[in-house]
């Protein structure tokens, strides 16, 4: 059982370059999120999705993209990609009840030089 | 407005001490609570949750926590830490709005363990 996956683990873009963070889960859950986590500032939420072909923003979603045409994946797009952007981010999914964990992605690290 | 606070920013404990994480949230209804870990460069991994019946919660390494209602409180705690402990906590609250069953998160506690 693979669970949350993404890909790349690391990644250096140059500022302006874009990129595609992929996401897949196999545990058929409703609701995906894309987290970034900076240094001392927690979990920020950037898109969440509760279903294949709905997705909503999260706190800081400016500058990212999502989709989710799948139950399965929901890649996080940056199109112009900018040294803000330099943080690690998270892929969860979630089954959807309240009482119900999110399980997490390795982390993909991304620097925007 | 929902919110989950973690006081402490950084513990450090002497290994073999006992060690409590603070948690307090801000949520109208009856919350359900989860405290997760962190290890360095790696994702975060559920460490127990709580959602009814007993206040007090096992989870896995040696962890417990305990619900307190009165206090809006869901505090994690171990009675010996082991250097392996060493990590980032975070306590979250999974709250509904509207349509997003979201879980709020704390800004999370890093914990170092002197040998």
């Known amino acids: 059982n693979a669970g949350v996956t993404q890909t790349p683990k690391f990644r250096i873009l140059k500022i302006g370059q874009s990129m595609t963070l992929q996401c897949t889960q196999d545990m058929n859950h409703n609701y995906m999120y894309w987290y970034r986590q900076d240094p001392g500032m927690g979990l920020k939420l950037i898109y969440y999705s509760v279903g294949a072909g709905i997705t909503d923003k999260g706190e800081v979603p400016n500058g990212y993209n999502v989709s989710r045409s799948t139950t399965e994946d929901f890649p996080l797009r940056l199109e112009l990609a900018a040294p803000s952007q330099t943080s690690v981010y998270f892929c969860a999914s979630r089954r959807g009840t309240l009482n119900t964990e999110a399980f997490f992605g390795q982390g993909t690290r991304l620097t925007v030089v | 407005a929902q919110s989950v606070t973690q006081p402490d920013i950084h513990i450090t404990v002497s290994e073999g001490a006992s060690l409590e994480l603070r948690c307090n949230y801000s949520?109208?209804?009856?919350?359900?609570l989860f405290w997760y870990v962190q290890s360095p460069g790696q994702g975060l991994q559920l460490l127990l949750k709580?959602?009814?019946?007993d206040t007090l919660v096992q989870g896995i390494k040696g962890f417990e926590a305990e619900f307190k209602r009165s206090q809006s409180s869901f505090n994690l705690r171990k009675p010996s830490v082991h250097w392996s402990d060493a990590a980032e906590y975070f306590c979250a609250v999974g709250a509904d709005a509207g349509n997003n069953r979201k879980l709020i998160w704390g800004l999370g506690t890093s914990l170092a363990v002197n040998p």
């Open positions: 949520y109208g209804a009856t919350p359900y």
């Open positions: 709580y959602f009814s019946g």
